[in-house]
T-cell receptor, first 110, second 114 residues
């Protein structure tokens, strides 16, 4: 079983729409959670950390559900520039590493 | 400018010809790591280093070597590359073990082994 699983998509949405997707993680001991953004096989960049109480950063909202071991990302008022692959990332506290999902691709069309 | 620099960005090589991919960071970060990214699999950690002269295997270390003689540099060595090592490689650094801190990635090295 993969440590972090994501729906690969693609999610094709019109500009201005809301899009949301989840990822699930297998290690209940994981403590830190992140969403990274990756454009067209370029380097991943941190989009936002995910906190237990949920958090927002502009049009982006992240939620964490520890009981069900999933993380979600919601993008409101989608822009063309939001087209990217979104990587769910979870830390493994015992192996000193980050575990990456394979990514969810979002395409925003005009 | 704070950055992680990898070289080369693109490399085509033949099976068995030793190669080194360099990685350098200018942020004085303790933790550095190498990942490979393959379609449908996400990033998988190859090796990591907690500090100078401290390295350890990640999830897919077979066929790779690393060294950390200086804090800023963390080269990835393929002693005898094989076609299954064709992949997109990323080097990353963090101020500390990436529990709660951002990982900064290099721009990637696209390696093809024929």
């Amino acid at each position: 079983r993969k440590e972090v699983e994501q729906d690969p998509g693609p999610f094709n949405v019109p500009e201005g729409a809301t899009v949301a997707f989840n990822c699930t993680y297998s290690n209940s001991a994981s403590q830190s959670f992140f969403w990274y953004r990756q454009d067209c096989r370029k380097e991943p960049k941190l989009l936002m950390s995910v906190y237990s109480s949920g958090n927002e950063d502009g049009r982006f909202t992240a939620q964490l559900n520890r009981a069900s071991q999933y993380i979600s990302l919601l993008i409101r008022d989608s822009k063309l520039s939001d087209s990217a692959t979104y990587l769910c990332v979870v830390n493994d506290p015992w192996d000193y590493k980050l575990s990456f999902g394979a990514g969810t691709t979002v395409t925003v069309r005009a | 400018e704070a950055q992680v620099t990898q070289n080369p960005r693109y490399l085509i090589t033949v099976t068995g010809k030793k190669l080194t991919v360099t990685c350098s960071q200018n942020m004085n970060h303790e933790y550095m790591s190498w990942y490979r990214q393959d379609p449908g699999l996400g990033l998988r950690q190859i090796y990591y280093s907690m500090n100078v002269e401290v390295t350890d295997k990640g999830d897919v270390p077979e066929g790779y070597k690393v060294s950390r003689k200086e804090k800023r540099n963390f080269p990835l060595i393929l002693e005898s590359p094989s076609p299954n090592q064709t992949s997109l490689y990323f080097c990353a650094s963090s101020p500390e073990v990436p529990m709660n801190t951002e990982a900064f990635f290099g721009q990637g090295t696209r390696l093809t082994v024929v």
